[in-house]
């Protein structure tokens, strides 16, 4: 069964993002396809920018769900071209929340409940991808 990290990748103090990823997670723990975990950066001392970490990235499939004034869809597509960069590949569904209307008063997340066939969209989509790359990635192992 393929496995996927929820990544929640904010650290700052008063973060909406934990909010939203657990509710991402509780989307996902429904789902019987793949195995799910959520992992919170802030848990951990990573270091900045100082590792040649590319090939645990290497050929893996990531996904996108974001939120902010424009959804935090401009940052998502940053997001890709870096993630293009460490041989990822991201998939076409994301889910973009709204600070105006999956937020009330910007702060609690309330999201509208149609979201939820937008999270499994890009899940399924993410769990077929991960499957096929999961080929590439035993290929590639071999030949190193």
């Known amino acids: 069964m393929i496995k996927i990290a929820i990544i929640l990748g904010s650290t700052r103090p008063n973060r909406n993002g934990e909010a939203v990823a657990k509710w991402v997670y509780e989307v996902a723990k429904k789902r019987s396809d793949a195995e799910f975990e959520l992992v919170d950066i802030k848990d951990f001392n990573l270091p900045l920018l100082d590792e040649p970490v590319f090939a645990e990235w290497s050929n893996k499939a990531a996904g996108f769900v974001s939120y902010g004034g424009a959804s935090g869809a401009r940052a998502v597509e940053q997001l ?51 499957g096929a790359l999961r080929t590439l990635r035993k290929t590639s192992a071999k030949n190193q």
């Open 80 to 130: 890709r071209l870096n993630l293009a960069e460490v041989q990822m590949a991201t998939v076409r569904n994301q889910v973009l929340l709204s600070m105006y209307t999956d937020f009330e008063n910007f702060s609690v997340f309330k999201p509208d409940p149609r979201k939820e066939t937008s999270v499994n969209d890009m899940l399924g989509q993410l769990i077929a991808w991960g």
